[in-house]
């Protein structure tokens, strides 16, 4: 099994709905992240969770939010789409004392129309 | 602004030779490296990491660090057609205990047969 899954891998919905794509690991690390990625502009950071009681937001987080439920779950929500969030959403996660190596999901394909 | 810099390509290179990737980051404290693979439409994944201490080798992969210039380098011998991907750059910059990674955004290599 996949050590980082993410639900679902793909998802088409409509402008103004709220949609959730959920990310688990068992690779027992702490760190968690989610990050969008769009032709010609890389991987950007949405939010990062450093422990379960720890959330932090990345360099674009306006329209998303997140939830960590435990260690080995993190989600990340779309309270209201937009077709700007039309795009590739990775989660990744790193060990705390691991210099920061990041294992990537397979990642979830998200259009809104 | 912390920023790491990457051609975007496409770089083109034949069968069997040296391929050379390059990246430049702005931060100067930075003290770990990454490169990554993506393929079209798959999750990024690593193949190498080198700390501000040396240079690394993995068989056909050589990830080398020159920080008076603030670059990193991704060398491949012998090319091969698999190795056509787009290489991501990745270092870890912030302060310490915050440190996250900053990705560039990427550069297309081609193999040609």
């Known amino acids: 099994d996949a050590d980082v899954t993410q639900t679902p891998r793909n998802r088409i919905t409509k402008t103004g709905k709220r949609i959730m794509l959920e990310c688990s690991q068992t690779k027992g690390h702490d760190r968690m992240y989610w990050y969008r990625q769009d032709p010609g502009l890389g991987l950007r950071l949405i939010y990062y969770s450093f422990d379960v009681k720890d959330i932090n937001k990345g360099e674009i987080s306006d329209g998303y939010s997140v939830s960590r439920q435990a260690q080995a779950k993190f989600s990340l929500s779309l309270e209201s789409a937009i077709p700007n969030q039309t795009a590739l959403y990775f989660c990744a996660t790193s060990d705390l004392g691991g210099q920061e190596t990041q294992y990537f999901g397979p990642g979830t394909r998200l259009l809104v129309l | 602004q912390k920023e790491v810099e990457q051609n975007s390509g496409p770089l083109s290179v034949p069968e069997g030779a040296i391929a050379s990737l390059n990246c430049t980051y702005s931060d100067r404290g930075s003290q770990s490296f990454f490169w990554y693979r993506q393929y079209s439409g798959k999750s990024p994944e690593l193949i190498m990491f080198i700390y501000s201490n040396g240079d690394k080798e993995d068989g056909r992969f050589t990830a080398q660090l020159n920080k008076a210039s603030q670059y990193v380098s991704l060398l491949i011998r012998d090319s091969q057609p698999s190795d056509s991907a787009t290489y991501l750059c990745?270092?870890?910059?912030?302060?310490?205990?915050?440190?996250?990674?900053?990705f560039g955004t990427g550069t297309r290599l081609t193999i040609i047969p």
């Open positions: 990745a270092v870890n910059m912030g302060n310490f205990g915050n440190e996250k990674l900053t």
